[in-house]
């Protein structure tokens, strides 16, 4: 996150007989008062915690995003799998749909009036509608496996596990182009739960603490921030959802008891690694266990 400050400057001649009028009120002129809040800061290339809420440490988190006020959660099989909602308030559970364990939930995103919902290995993405008499319809097909999900601009983009993220058509799922992410030269591999905050995507990268800020418009600059080393004990952290309305972050995991609020310093270098161009080609896919 970038912060900014800007100041009122007079013109010139104002500034004269302001200065004039200051200094004819001698030295018993009461100093100028500022009432601005303070925009709150990060340290560089750390992880702010801001507080906490409660969290199912059952739940196979696979999907976060921030919707109508609330976190929507996919969650996968192990635990059942599904769509529900959490209240960031409290971490009550608000709603809740299982999908009857059909298929393993993956990444979630709404877009353009939808919820699309990928599956892990049925290849298969699913436009989600809690109030329809069938909560999960088929949408369209894809190879290889599905991880997260978000969206920019009018495209989703997608993760499979890979060090690649895929960018697609809302209306066929078609790849239109794709995008390899390194960092310190090197492919980051698993890349798993993804999110867009209107500037950077942000992921997760499976079975490590790591959270990688993503800079589609030069993707030669990858930052990396680690989670707090007491969180998610136990489990994976996966799921990260901004919040634009309060400028916050929330992350869980699976087997995660916690959903944490942060915020992301800005980061303390970058590795200026050459970008790599889009490029449309065969995808890359790894499998994981469960």
């Not at 991880?147 to 993220?165: K, R």
Request: hydrophobic share 40%; net charge negative; aromatic share 12%.
């Amino acid at each position: 996150m970038r912060n900014s400050s800007t100041g009122l400057r007079l013109p010139v001649p104002l500034a004269m007989v302001a200065a004039a009028v200051l200094a004819a009120c001698g030295s018993d002129a009461a100093p100028p008062t500022n009432d601005a809040t303070p925009v709150p800061t990060v340290p560089p290339g750390q992880v702010q915690v801001l507080g906490s809420i409660p969290h199912d440490g059952a739940a196979w988190t696979e999907g976060l995003i921030v919707e109508d006020g609330v976190l929507w959660e996919s969650t996968g099989n192990p635990t059942g799998s599904g769509v529900r909602a959490v209240d960031p308030a409290t971490g009550e559970v608000v709603w809740s749909v299982p999908n009857g364990n059909a298929f393993f939930a993956e990444g979630v995103v709404r877009f353009s009036g939808r919820t699309y919902l990928l599956s892990w290995k049925e290849q298969t993405l699913y436009i989600f509608d809690r109030d329809a008499a069938t909560p999960f319809q088929p949408f369209a097909t894809y190879e290889g496996e599905g991880w997260g999900l978000t969206a920019i601009g009018d495209e989703l983009v997608n993760s499979n596990g890979s060090a690649t993220i895929y960018f697609r058509d809302p209306e066929t799922f078609a790849i239109n182009r794709t995008l390899d992410v390194a960092y310190e030269g090197q492919p980051i591999e698993r890349l798993n739960e993804l999110e867009y905050d209107g500037r950077y995507f942000w992921a997760n990268q499976w079975k490590t603490r790591y959270v990688y800020r993503i800079d589609p418009e030069a993707p030669g600059q990858v930052a990396r921030y680690e989670l707090p080393s007491d969180f998610c004990y136990g489990g994976n952290p996966n799921g990260v959802a901004w919040d634009a309305g309060e400028a916050v972050f929330y992350v869980t995991g699976q087997r995660c008891d916690t959903i944490l609020k942060v915020r992301f310093g800005e980061p303390l270098s970058f590795e200026h690694v050459p970008p790599r161009p889009f490029a449309a080609r065969p995808a890359l896919f790894y499998t994981r266990e469960a």
